[in-house]
């Protein structure tokens, strides 16, 4: 009989995921079961399977919260606003700024990709402003930037800080426009998480965030979510 874990390790249908001591054994910290929901709705192949991410949102939102760190929240890829949610909901006293096309990939950004990929322009169609808007909510605290960054940068006012900036557009090109807009505005303590980093199936990620990195004085920490998100301490 095969173990369990074993199938979950072997088998490239199964994710491997766990519950840390204070959600599992002491009951608290715990992620609301309604964010779990909200996490998987509409996109329950992949969220299901990064529960990881789940928590290392929610915990370090309640920790920004907990320490009064000023600024904003922001992403840059939200598709369907799974993780939006989850932000807006944790911390819903703060702006949040997200940024996409709502439409997929620009295509000069898959363009400028110098590995190849399995997708073109026509990836992450199955979202729309309409829909994200009625799944996040429309309040004043949440700012939607539609169209192709960085151009879409200019709706953030002179002088905006930030707290968390949620990097998730997959292809290198926005993702080193990303940081180049964000990491400035951060405040001291604030957390640039960049999703996919070692993930394998976006090559030009990890690359555009080295580069990026290098004459930084924060080293990107491996987070073992799904998709090998990284995550940067701002300096203070």
Not at 4 to 12: R, S
Not at 121 to 133: C, G, I, R, Y
Not at 191 to 203: A, P, Q, R
Not at 227 to 235: D, K, L, M, T
């Amino acid at each position: 009989m095969v173990h369990p874990v074993e199938i979950a390790l072997n088998d490239p249908h199964y994710f491997l995921q766990f519950r840390p001591d204070s959600d599992a054994v002491h009951k608290h910290l715990s992620v609301p079961a309604e964010l779990k929901a909200f996490w998987m709705q509409g996109n329950e192949f992949n969220n299901s399977g990064d529960i990881n991410r789940l928590y290392m949102l929610y915990h370090n939102l309640k920790a920004l919260d907990e320490r009064e760190t000023p600024g904003a929240l922001a992403e840059v890829g939200v598709h369907k606003g799974n993780s939006a949610k989850i932000l807006h909901m944790v911390s819903p006293a703060r702006k949040l700024y997200l940024f996409d096309t709502f439409e997929g990939f620009d295509a000069r950004d898959v363009n400028a990709e110098s590995q190849m990929l399995p997708v073109n322009d026509q990836a992450f169609k199955d979202t729309s402003l309409t829909a994200v808007k009625a799944f996040v909510g429309t309040d004043a605290n949440v700012v939607y930037c539609q169209g192709w960054f960085p151009d879409t940068a200019t709706m953030v006012p002179a002088g905006e800080n930030f707290a968390l900036a949620h990097i998730d557009c997959d292809l290198g090109k926005p993702v080193a426009a990303a940081l180049a807009f964000f990491y400035p505005r951060m405040s001291p303590g604030g957390l640039i998480i960049v999703h996919d980093y070692s993930s394998g199936w976006w090559k030009d990620v990890k690359p555009s965030v080295d580069g990026f990195m290098v004459d930084k004085p924060e080293t990107p920490i491996l987070l073992p979510d799904k998709s090998g998100s990284v995550v940067i301490a701002r300096q203070k």
